[in-house]
């Protein structure tokens, strides 16, 4: 498990460390009920997601995370294998963004979105209004274990 920054944060960005990443991946993962989990977190810029996003889910617009569960069958992975369970993909240029929208800073605003596809990985969808708001309250539970006010923006927002 580990974070990868394919783009890097400027140095006004007030963005998170992997520490801090991972924290909030573990977090997730041990809410959702799967603690070990083993996923990498993979920072990229809007045209590489919304090409994911395109590629795998057959919706060609910018979005803030995409989530590619890789085990077999979505069975758990066995001791001693190799590679990760999961991946989260998640945009640093949508949370620049949205954290200036908000005016919360980004490190709030990324590790949502490591928070968010970490509980998909787990199980939690938004689809629907009762999916989404399970999701809204497992998301509100481990940000603010992670020191984030829960009441301070939710992943839903104003288009």
């Known amino acids: 498990m580990g974070v990868a920054w394919q783009v890097r944060p400027t140095e006004g960005d007030e963005a998170p460390s992997d520490a801090q990443l991972e924290q909030a991946?573990?977090?997730?993962?041990?809410?959702?009920?799967?603690p070990d989990r083993r996923v990498d977190v993979l920072v990229v810029d809007d045209p590489t997601l919304t090409d994911l996003h395109g590629r795998f889910l057959g919706d060609p617009t910018p979005t803030d995370v995409v989530t590619f569960d890789l085990r077999d069958?979505?069975?758990e992975a066995g001791p001693g294998e190799d590679g990760p369970d999961g991946e989260l993909y998640v945009s640093l240029d949508m949370a620049r963004r949205v954290a200036a929208?908000?005016?919360?800073p980004l490190s709030r605003e990324l590790t949502l979105y490591?928070?968010?596809?970490?509980?998909?990985?787990?199980g939690f969808d938004d689809v629907d209004d009762t999916e989404r708001a399970a999701?809204?309250?497992?998301?509100?539970?481990?940000?603010?274990?992670?020191?984030?006010s829960?009441?301070?923006?939710?992943?839903?927002r104003a288009a």
């Open 25 to 34: 991946l573990h977090r997730a993962l041990a809410h959702g009920g799967a």
């Open 73 to 75: 069958d979505g069975d």
């Open 101 to 104: 929208e908000r005016g919360v």
């Open 114 to 122: 490591v928070v968010h596809g970490a509980l998909h990985l787990c």
């Open 135 to 148: 999701m809204r309250a497992a998301e509100a539970v481990v940000m603010d274990a992670l020191g984030f």
């Open 150 to 156: 829960p009441a301070t923006a939710p992943h839903d």
